[in-house]
Each structure stands twice: as structure tokens, then as C-alpha cells.
């Protein structure tokens, strides 16, 4: 009967017979293991230091999810560093001190994207029916117009109505205006 008892490496997932002790004394100090257990070592380092900000995502392992800006970051020092202090992640870091904003929970990519792209339709469909909300205002004016002209009411009427129209449009393009300003960049 064969001796089945095996021992698995969590960092690396290899798998080496129990019996044979130079292979797994070989697997210890081998190359690729010292490299693995190294990274592993920095990344512990970074969430030590970037403790409640920093987490180790849960959705995707390459990365970390800070969560002050709600991003997911690479597990590379030096973009972590750069993430950490750049100007996004200081004005959130300063609100959850102050207590204006709460720590942010990590939700499932494929679940935001999915949102996302539902926002987009409501937005389209949105957009679609405005559009088509002033078309049939412009078609309603024209037979107006049209009317008007064959009924022979005058241009004096005709004026009118076209400025009280110009109006009401530009009423509406301020309220359409004012939502969609952005903030100038500094």
C-alpha cells in the first residue's frame, strides 16, 4: 500500500509527497518560493500601513480596495504610495476623520457594472424622450404657423407667438443648463 499523505503550499499550491524530505527541504528554499513569500511579505507591509483605508479586495486578488475612494488599487508599493497621496484619497481621508463620511464597503464589479449600464439606458431612454418631446413641440408650432398664414391672421400674431416660444425655450434651457455645469478644474 502506497503512502498517500501529502503536503500542500498555500503561497505557491504545490503539492509534495510527506515521505520525501529533501524535496520539500529543496521546495523551501527554492527560487520561486523565497520570490512568492517576499511579495506576500510587502503586501502585508502595505496593509500594516494603510490599515482601515487599505483591504485586501475580495473580488479581485491582484488587487487591494481602498476604502475611502471606493477604487481598487494593484498591490505595487509605488501605486499604492501614489494612491494614498494623491489629492482624492486626502480630501476622503479627511472626511472620514471628520466624521462626514463612512468607511466604504466593496460590492461586486460585475454588480456595479450592471448598474451602471442600467443608469446609461434610463439616461438614453431619458434623452429619447425629450428629444422627442421637442420635436413634436416644433411640429405643433409649425402647424400653428401654418394655420395661421392660411387663416390670414397676420404677421403681427405670428411675431408674437415666435417670441413667446423663444422665451419659453430659453426658460427651458436654463433649467436644463443648470444641473449639468461642472466644476472648473484648479
Known sequence: MRDTAQLRCLLTSHVLPLSNVD??????????RQRLLEKKREEVALLRDYAPALTQSKYLPDKFFCRVTGRHVPKIEKLVVEHCSGKRFTFGQAKVTG??????DERDPKEEQEAKMKRR??????????????LKEWEERQMRRKMAM????????????EEEEEEEEEEEGEEEEAPT???AKR
Open 150 to 161: 392660411e387663416d390670414g391672421c397676420g404677421e403681427e400674431n405670428m411675431e408674437e407667438e
Open 23 to 32: 524535496a520539500i527541504k529543496a521546495f523551501l528554499r527554492g527560487k520561486r
Open 181 to 183: 455645469k461642472k466644476r
Open 121 to 134: 439606458e434610463a439616461n438614453r431612454q431619458m434623452t429619447e424622450k425629450m428629444r422627442e418631446m421637442r
Open 99 to 104: 466624521k462626514k463620511q463612512a468607511l466604504l
